[in-house]
Nanobody
């Protein structure tokens, strides 16, 4: 099973940008669909984006579409989430996730079986 570790969170003003990184280790990363979820205070975890094994196909939640971009570099076993035009409502703990199985365009938490520890993103108004 792949191990995941997120970095890149922090405090940013509204309208700013952050890039999250997720390092994968322990297994052939090209076998995994990768994704990002987030959990805001007092709310359930929600899907943010996911990307196919090759990196050629990606899906986004409506709340981040057009502002966030997911990408991966399989030569480095890395997944990224570029977040632009950040809003206070993007404040959350962001989690990297991976699965060996195919997922739909809007996957659920249960579709992923490997998770990172999370990184905090705080957007001030």
């Amino acid at each position: 099973q792949v191990q995941l570790e997120e970095t890149g969170g922090g405090l940013v003003q509204a309208g700013g940008s952050l890039r999250l990184s997720c390092a994968a280790s322990g297994h052939s990363f090209t076998s995994y669909v990768a994704g990002w979820f987030r959990q805001a205070p007092g709310k359930d975890e929600e899907f943010v984006a996911h990307i196919s094994r090759s990196g050629g196909v990606s899906y986004y939640s409506d709340s981040v579409k057009g502002r966030f971009t997911i990408s991966r570099d399989n030569t480095k076993n890395m997944v990224y989430l570029q977040m632009n035009s950040l809003k206070p409502e993007d404040t959350a703990v962001y989690y990297c996730a991976a699965t060996l199985f195919d997922t739909g365009s809007k996957p659920k938490l249960a579709d992923f079986h490997s998770w990172g520890q999370g990184t905090q993103v705080t957007v001030s108004s």
